[in-house]
């Protein structure tokens, strides 16, 4: 008698442990966007990652906005997705209203 243990196969170990279907799962309706055609990504896995630096008061401010979103319309969020939903808003005015629009205008601000 051997003393070995008997171990699985790699074909066990790595074996399908939910119901296979043929069929695919139709894709979820995207939600409405807003007009220019940009919208946050919402709560996804995201394969781009930045990194951006704030200044104490920034940081306030959005952690401020995130606990109002919160205690006032009941909408649970972290701050990267206050962050996108907020560049989604300026791409799409920029999209819309070109020179117009309030990301040029505030970068075309003296001292900033």
């Known amino acids: 008698m051997t003393r070995r243990v008997a171990l699985p196969g790699a074909a066990e170990l790595f ?3 939910v119901p296979r279907t043929d069929q695919a799962e139709p894709p979820e309706p995207e939600a409405a966007k ?14 781009s990652k930045i990194t951006v630096y704030v200044s104490d008061e920034e940081l306030l401010g959005l952690e401020q906005a995130r ?5 006032d319309h009941g909408i ?6 206050v962050v996108r939903e907020a560049v989604a808003v300026v791409l799409a005015d920029l999209n819309r209203n070109g ?5 040029v205008r505030r970068l075309q601000e003296p001292g900033e």
């Not at 606990?67 to 205690?71: G, I, S, V």
């Not at 649970?76 to 997705?81: I, K, L």
């Open 67 to 71: 606990l109002a979103l919160r205690a």
């Open 15 to 17: 074996r399908t442990t």
């Open 99 to 103: 020179a117009d629009s309030v990301l």
């Open 76 to 81: 649970a969020v972290d701050r990267g997705r």
């Open 34 to 47: 807003p007009a220019g055609g940009r919208s946050g990504s919402g709560r996804r896995k995201h394969d």
